[in-house]
């Protein structure tokens, strides 16, 4: 009887792993196994580094996960999370290795139902573009020289006091009539139209602004409304949407004579520069000088041909009476 063997020894000898290779083999099969996957829940310890990533928990009433979003995936993330937000987060699992914890590495975020409202965008863009309400042919041509310019936004937007000071440098002379609306909320879109109606009732201007900052889709929504976007292809006066950022897009937008991709854009479009026009008018004066000046060389010119040509009453008068001298000289030859 062999006394030096013990139970442990018995059977083939296997690999014995360590911690770091158990933990980077279950990263590997957690990664392999589980296709990025959409989860939502509540935020809650939210933490942005130093570095722009973001580490957060994903919670809910059963259970909690943790989760970061690397800084060059954040940059994207069109609002600031906040703790307790619900949102819904793109992600693949993985394995955080020194701790040995799973955690989801979040490669997009939005707000919980921003999915819905994204999906409903899509729908009623497709109706209405298939009713023929975006069409090219619609489209107005924005004024050269607008006689006033009109703003449709909330008076309290920082968006407003962005085109007021872009209207101020480029064309001070122009009058602004700003026509008062939330841009915001349930109530948002019935007082936009209203806005629109008071617009074109009045005929104050010759074009006009639609526009607030950024936000969310949520913030935006006021501007996916159909009643919005039927207003605005409807307006008789030519409409500039400018709403957010230049990464987003309403309905308002497609409906509207030109888009521009900011408030600020949308008065640069609508008004003309200052000194453009005084480097214009400079032109067409200069222009014009030369004209009259090659008109009046060319009379002058004129003139001195018919000078030229031209004899005087008293040489005429000579040359008369010299041919009646002739005559008679000739009479009386003849009648000797």
């Known amino acids: 009887m062999n006394t030096g063997s013990t139970s442990g020894n018995q059977g083939p000898a296997r690999e014995i792993l360590t911690v770091g290779q158990l933990n980077r083999m279950v990263a590997g099969l957690l990664q392999r196994s589980i296709a990025p996957v959409w989860v939502t829940g509540e935020l ?6 130093a570095s722009g990533h973001w580490y957060f928990t994903l919670k809910d009433a059963a259970a909690q996960v943790r989760a970061v979003m690397f800084r060059g995936r954040a940059q994207y993330v069109d609002f600031a999370p906040r703790e307790g937000d619900r949102v819904e ?3 693949t699992v993985t394995l955080y290795e020194p701790r040995g914890d799973y955690q989801l590495s979040v490669e997009s975020m939005r707000r919980a139902g921003a999915g819905d409202l994204y ?17 090219a042919g619609r489209k107005r041509a924005l004024p050269a020289l607008p006689r006033a310019i009109g703003i449709v936004t909330s008076p309290q937007a920082a968006a407003l006091r962005d085109v007021l000071t872009t209207l101020r440098r480029r064309s001070p002379a122009i009058p602004v009539v700003i026509y008062p609306t939330p841009v915001q909320g349930a109530d948002a879109p019935a007082a936009i ?4 109606g008071a617009a074109a009732r ?3 201007c ?3 602004l639609l526009v607030r900052g950024g936000g969310s889709i949520e913030d935006l929504w006021a501007f996916n409304d159909e009643a919005v976007a039927r207003a605005v292809a409807a307006s008789p006066i030519p409409v500039v949407s400018g709403v957010g950022h230049e990464t987003d897009f309403t309905i308002a937008d497609f409906a509207a004579d030109q888009r521009a991709p900011t408030p600020t854009a949308a008065a640069a479009l609508a008004s003309p520069e200052r000194r453009e026009l005084l480097r214009g008018a400079q032109a067409l004066g200069e222009r014009i000088a030369r004209a009259w000046a090659r008109r009046i060389e060319s009379l002058e010119q004129r003139l001195d041909t018919g000078a030229r040509l031209l004899r005087s009453p008293t040489a005429q008068w000579q040359e008369r009476a010299l041919r009646l001298q002739a005559l008679a000289q000739r009479a009386a030859a003849a009648g000797r």
């Open 193 to 196: 139209v209203a806005a629109l």
């Open 89 to 91: 987060v793109r992600a």
């Open 119 to 135: 999906q409903r965008f899509l729908q009623l863009k497709a109706r209405l573009q298939a009713e023929g309400l975006f069409d």
């Open 206 to 208: 010759d074009v006009l």
């Open 202 to 204: 009045r005929r104050d």
């Open 44 to 49: 809650s310890n939210v933490t942005r580094a």
